[in-house]
């Protein structure tokens, strides 16, 4: 389009045989029909390519005009050196420097520019508030806050939300004040109003507080670490997708136990589990990476749960020590069991997990009798770690 504008142009401008007329020519619209769709063209271009992208919150510019930004995390900055780089280096380039000397292909420009942002930009936890809602029940009234936990610095996948009012929040605070005072010293918290807690602007105020407060804590080892933080995240949905396998409603505790996973992941309770796989966090990792694959196998989604069952057996796998003298989590043998049934039944290889089966055989371990996933899920007291921490202080002074 832009070649057949120029050449229109040129004739109009320079007739064959005759002089440039120094008059200015009043060129307009209407004599270029073209002019507007290259116009609109040229203005999606720079909407697209204008503009800053911050991904790393503490970064905020100093100017509103857009122009001055000349940090890491704007886009034409990654553009840039993407494409000098493709120029100049043939290491950047998959394929290497071509006869012609021709440049980076754009689908090769664009997976460069993408290793390159990935390599340079932070990966860090985003809490935001994308809903607050008013809720009437009966005599009572109050709002609910949906917060996403977001992994900022690539596309997020696996979204996870949680739902809370104020109220929870509030508990959330004073435990953390309790157990860790010295880190909550300084720490404020929105105070409640006796009036216009339901406004648009006290709503919208407090969202905002509440996002600052959760990264706050998460910015601190220690309350990231706490099981009172984490807890206040993910255990809700494990204790109703616990409730929900109770009555046999397997597809609906799906739900519930998919968003905690997904909570855990982000929160690293993963790591904190593969180290102490007795420790709380621990015990709720394997809780819920069991609690699925007991709902997908009774739901006939043998792939999905055997692909959380091997998930849980990489966290429990005993070393040879600890096999040797029998020291291994006590449903690694039912989870064995459960796993090397539901690969022959997809057809998938089995035979790491068969060997380490019979590997504990021979040692002497009981391998018959043991309990089913499903009578230890539903069994399983799910309760948080201050209860627990109550719990043994009453054991104690009993004995």
Same mark, same amino acid.
């Given at each position: 389009?832009?070649?057949?504008?120029?050449?229109?142009?040129?004739?109009?401008?320079?007739?064959?045989?005759?002089?440039?007329?120094?008059?200015?020519?009043?060129?307009? /619209?209407?004599? &270029?029909?073209?002019?507007?769709?290259?116009?609109?063209?040229?203005?999606?271009?720079?909407?697209?390519?204008?503009?800053?992208?911050?991904?790393?919150?503490?970064?905020?510019?100093?100017? /509103?005009?857009?122009?001055?930004?000349?940090?890491?995390?704007?886009?034409?900055?990654?553009?840039?050196?993407?494409?000098?780089?493709?120029?100049?280096?043939?290491?950047?380039?998959?394929?290497?420097?071509?006869?012609?000397?021709?440049?980076?292909?754009?689908?090769?420009?664009?997976?460069?520019?993408?290793?390159?942002?990935?390599?340079?930009?932070?990966?860090?936890?985003?809490?935001?508030?994308?809903?607050?809602?008013?809720? %009437?029940?009966?005599?009572? *009234?109050?709002?609910?806050?949906?917060?996403?936990?977001?992994?900022?610095?690539?596309?997020?996948?696996?979204?996870?939300?949680?739902?809370?009012?104020?109220?929870?929040?509030?508990?959330?605070?004073?435990?953390?004040?309790?157990?860790?005072?010295?880190?909550?010293?300084?720490?404020?918290?929105?105070?409640? *109003?006796?009036?216009?807690?339901?406004?648009?602007?006290?709503?919208?105020?407090?969202?905002?507080? &509440? /996002?600052?407060?959760?990264?706050?804590?998460?910015?601190?080892?220690?309350?990231?670490?706490?099981?009172?933080?984490?807890?206040? &995240?993910?255990?809700?949905?494990? %204790?109703?997708?616990?409730?929900?396998?109770?009555?046999?409603?397997? %597809?609906?505790?799906?739900?519930?136990?998919?968003?905690?996973?997904?909570?855990?992941?982000?929160?690293?309770?993963?790591?904190?589990?593969?180290? %102490?796989?007795?420790?709380?966090?621990?015990?709720?990792?394997?809780?819920?990476?069991?609690?699925?694959?007991?709902?997908?196998?009774?739901?006939?989604?043998?792939?999905?749960?055997? /692909?959380?069952?091997?998930?849980?057996?990489?966290?429990?796998?005993?070393?040879?020590?600890?096999?040797?003298?029998?020291?291994?989590?006590?449903?690694?043998?039912?989870?064995?069991?459960?796993?090397?049934?539901?690969?022959?039944?997809?057809?998938?290889? *089995?035979?790491?997990?068969?060997?380490?089966?019979?590997?504990?055989?021979?040692?002497?371990?009981?391998?018959?009798?043991?309990?089913?996933?499903?009578?230890?899920?539903?069994?399983?007291?799910?309760?948080?770690?201050?209860?627990?921490?109550?719990?043994?202080?009453?054991?104690?002074?009993?004995?």
């Amino acid at each position: 389009m832009a070649s057949k504008l120029m050449d229109r142009l040129r004739r109009t401008l320079f007739k064959e045989g005759e002089v440039v007329s120094k008059e200015p020519i009043d060129v307009t /619209e209407e004599s &270029f029909p073209e002019s507007s769709e290259l116009e609109d063209d040229t203005e999606c271009l720079s909407e697209r390519l204008g503009g800053t992208l911050c991904f790393d919150g503490e970064s905020a510019l100093e100017s /509103e005009d857009p122009g001055e930004a000349s940090g890491p995390d704007s886009d034409s900055d990654y553009l840039g050196e993407s494409i000098e780089d493709g120029f100049s280096s043939t290491d950047t380039s998959p394929v290497g420097p071509s006869p012609g000397g021709s440049s980076l292909l754009t689908r090769q420009l664009q997976d460069s520019w993408r290793s390159l942002r990935f390599r340079s930009v932070p990966q860090k936890l985003v809490f935001e508030v994308t809903d607050a809602s008013v809720v %009437q029940e009966s005599s009572s *009234k109050y709002v609910l806050y949906t917060i996403h936990l977001i992994q900022s610095g690539m596309f997020d996948e696996t979204p996870a939300a949680i739902t809370r009012r104020y109220t929870d929040f509030k508990r959330l605070h004073s435990c953390l004040r309790r157990r860790h005072r010295d880190n909550m010293e300084r720490v404020g918290f929105p105070r409640k *109003k006796l009036r216009k807690n339901f406004v648009a602007e006290t709503i919208a105020k407090r969202s905002r507080a &509440f /996002e600052q407060y959760l990264t706050h804590m998460h910015s601190l080892a220690e309350l990231r670490r706490s099981p009172t933080f984490l807890e206040f &995240f993910y255990l809700g949905d494990l %204790q109703a997708g616990q409730m929900l396998m109770r009555v046999g409603r397997y %597809q609906e505790a799906l739900g519930p136990l998919l968003n905690g996973l997904r909570l855990q992941e982000k929160l690293g309770c993963e790591e904190q589990g593969k180290q %102490q796989p007795h420790h709380q966090q621990g015990t709720h990792w394997l809780f819920t990476l069991l609690a699925l694959v007991t709902c997908f196998q009774e739901l006939e989604q043998l792939g999905e749960a055997q /692909e959380h069952c091997d998930r849980a057996l990489r966290d429990l796998a005993p070393s040879p020590e600890a096999l040797q003298q029998h020291h291994f989590h006590p449903l690694l043998i039912p989870l064995l069991q459960t796993n090397v049934r539901l690969s022959w039944k997809i057809s998938k290889d *089995k035979r790491q997990w068969e060997v380490l089966l019979q590997e504990i055989q021979d040692s002497g371990a009981d391998t018959g009798n043991q309990p089913s996933l499903k009578e230890y899920l539903i069994k399983e007291a799910l309760v948080e770690s201050e209860g627990d921490t109550k719990a043994k202080l009453k054991r104690e002074k009993a004995t």
